[in-house]
């Protein structure tokens, strides 16, 4: 039996070597049924197809299989790239945009397909190129963005529609700028602005309805501000005030050293 189970072909019939067109290559074991195929419908095999025979990949192009010819994107000449940025099938231009000079792959910043403008989003290597895809209707797009703008320019996506989006921003948002997000409507932004708060600013969430975010206010906020955590509803936020407050007593209480004035 082949590696990875039965050989079939696009579709679904057994692949067959004989008649293949591709004789040839099998005869010099460039190819074989169950591993290295240009008709087995699995992408694995024919992406090892055209690793051994690359000059191939240029003929899979003609195919109507989206998939064929989305594999063989990866391994044509990058000359013949730009004939897939029109293809009718997003996959193909996306593995098309992975391998575009940046010059053409600017062309697809607006391409139908957010796959394909996620791809651009993640390359483009400029911060004002980027800023293009700030209004994108799709938050996938708009996530990449998120995670490559610099932190000083994240402060316009902290109001971006998607709470994903916004996780995102506050997660490399420079610091400067997180308190503009501790009245997020979502906890989950918020959890993430009280894991990076500067201690000194924890105030700002330390009544927030949420528990969990209470909890990290209590295990980050400085000893000042852990009075009214220590009397807080939940029990587990509660529990956390009181051993910090308990330990930073403790630690007050002794010099660095360990040992007692005067002894």
């Avoid at 975010?213 to 509803?233: F, H, K, N, Q, T």
Wanted: negative net charge; charged residues 30%.
């Amino acid at each position: 039996m082949s590696r990875g189970g039965e050989a079939l072909d696009w579709r679904g019939g057994p692949v067959a070597c004989g008649g293949c067109p591709f004789e040839a290559v099998h005869g010099e074991n460039l190819c074989q049924p169950g591993q290295s195929c240009y008709f087995d419908r699995r992408a694995s095999r024919m992406d090892a197809f055209f690793k051994a025979n690359p000059a191939l990949a240029v003929r899979a192009l003609e195919e109507s299989h989206f998939l064929l010819r989305a594999v063989a994107a990866r391994h044509i000449n990058i000359f013949l790239l730009p004939r897939l940025m029109t293809d009718p099938d997003p996959e193909v231009r996306q593995a098309a945009a992975w391998r575009l000079p940046m010059r053409l792959l600017l062309r697809l910043a607006d391409d139908s397909d957010p796959g394909v403008r996620a791809i651009v989003a993640g390359r483009v290597e400029d911060q004002d190129g980027l800023l293009a895809f700030l209004s994108d209707p799709d938050y996938a797009v708009r996530k990449v963005l998120a995670r490559r703008l610099e932190p000083d320019l994240l402060r316009v996506m902290i109001r971006d529609p998607s709470q994903d989006v916004r996780v995102a921003v506050a997660r490399r948002l420079h610091e400067i700028w997180l308190p503009l997000m501790v009245a997020d409507p979502a906890a989950e932004v918020r959890l993430e602005v009280a894991a990076r708060l500067p201690a000194e600013r924890l105030f700002l969430l330390a009544v927030d309805e949420d528990w969990r975010v209470r909890r990290c206010v209590a295990e980050r906020i400085d000893a000042a501000g852990l009075a009214i955590l220590a009397e807080d509803e939940e029990d587990d936020v509660r529990a956390v005030a009181i051993e910090r407050r308990n330990r930073l007593r403790g630690e007050s209480c002794f010099p660095e050293d360990g040992g007692l004035k005067g002894a």
